[in-house]
């Protein structure tokens, strides 16, 4: 049973445009929600993370919007470079648990 | 800091073989994870250590096994390699105890390929 589902599976995006990537999740214990971002060859890297107590978290080019009563959450890049071609993944868990439950991951490809 | 370590890069063996992986995490991260990376799969955990007690474990049968030392360096081990255990091996270290959400720091992984 698959607790996070992320869409899509693909994307493609134009340089300077807007990257979306949606996550739902079915456990409502969970009160963790980082993404991960994957270069070719490399490790995934801890890009950004959320708790449920605000429904909006920005790093820079990176949003995290959350909306807790649909159990949703999503990652909007802003003005999408080259160089933020990666495999994103987003995740869940709960206070206490270290595992975190992964989504299948997301291939981005940002066309220059 | 040093980032998590993982060796070797590559790996191909043959089905029936058995394979070693190792893990060193980030000094003073003493949660180790372990995952396995496929195309159509994504991230499937695999088991975790922390002070060399296996704490958690995934759904993978019992051919895949690991430890922890006291320096909290990792090994897992795949017996009786199947062609379907062909992957990139991810290990991550965290904080673990104490620091609830801590975040996984990823080491580069292993490939594996077994013909």
């Known amino acids: 049973q698959q607790q996070v589902k992320q869409s899509p599976q693909s994307l493609i995006v134009q340089k300077g445009g807007i990257s979306i990537i949606n996550c739902a999740y079915e456990?409502?214990?969970?009160?963790?929600f980082p993404w991960y971002q994957q270069f070719p060859g490399k490790g995934p890297a801890l890009l950004i993370a959320i708790r449920p107590d605000v429904s909006e978290k920005k790093e820079g080019r990176f949003t995290i919007s959350f909306n807790k009563s649909a159990k949703q959450f999503s990652l909007h890049i802003m003005d999408s470079q080259p160089g933020d071609s990666a495999t994103y993944f987003c995740a869940a868990s709960i206070g206490g648990s270290y595992i975190p439950t992964f989504g299948r991951g997301t291939s981005l490809i940002v066309h220059p | 800091k040093a980032g998590v370590t993982q060796t070797p890069r590559y790996l191909i063996k043959t089905r029936g073989q058995q394979v070693t992986l190792s893990c060193s995490p980030i000094s003073g991260h003493r949660s180790v994870s372990w995952y396995q990376q496929t195309p159509g799969q994504g991230l499937q955990f695999l088991f975790e250590?922390?002070?060399?007690?296996?704490?958690n474990k995934g759904n993978f049968p019992g051919r895949f096994s690991g430890r922890q030392f006291s320096n909290s360096r990792s090994e897992m081990n795949v017996s009786t390699l199947e062609l379907g255990d062909s992957a990139l091996y991810l290990c991550?270290?965290?904080?673990?105890?104490?620091?609830?959400?801590?975040?996984?720091?990823f080491g580069n992984g292993t490939r594996l390929t077994v013909t």
């Open positions: 250590y922390f002070s060399e007690t296996q704490r």
């Open positions: 456990n409502t214990a969970f009160d963790y």
């Open positions: 991550a270290s965290s904080l673990g105890a104490g620091a609830n959400n801590s975040p996984l720091h």
